[in-house]
């Protein structure tokens, strides 16, 4: 069974950091494209950042470029998302989600296949 699981939110100040972790199992995790996607109160889900199957690659949405860091370690099967300078309109769900095998990073949501949970993000002003 695919599980991808969110880790690391939390309540944090304005201005503040917070780390957030997925990690993966059942699933082939170092030859998937990888995102993280976001929910905000009564907005759709976005596309932050997506990382390609090596690693080498990342794309960030233009809301968290410079602010956010997304990498993975293909050997512990963990995405990560570094979130600094936060904002109160950074708060949402934050999902992990695996993409398409082989792939560059990729912010068309119809490729992703598996998600995870979410863990709930919220910065205070």
């Known amino acids: 069974e695919v599980q991808l699981v969110e880790s690391g939110g939390g309540l944090v100040q304005e201005g503040g950091s917070l780390r957030l972790s997925c990690t993966a199992s059942?699933?082939?995790?170092?030859?998937?494209?990888m995102a993280w996607f976001r929910q905000a109160p009564g907005k759709e889900r976005e596309v932050i950042s997506s990382?390609?199957?090596?690693?080498?690659?990342?794309k960030y949405a233009d809301s968290v470029k410079g602010r956010f860091t997304i990498s993975r370690d293909n050997a512990k099967n963990t995405l990560s998302l570094q979130m600094n300078s936060l904002k109160p309109e950074d708060t949402a769900i934050y999902y992990c989600?695996?993409?398409?095998?082989?792939?560059?990073?990729?912010?068309?949501?119809?490729?992703?296949?598996?998600w995870g949970q979410g863990t709930q993000v919220t910065v205070s002003s």
């Open positions: 059942g699933l082939a995790f170092g030859v998937y494209t």
């Open positions: 989600a695996a993409g398409p095998r082989y792939g560059g990073p990729e912010f068309r949501s119809t490729l992703f296949r598996y």
């Open positions: 990382i390609s199957w090596t690693g080498g690659s990342t």
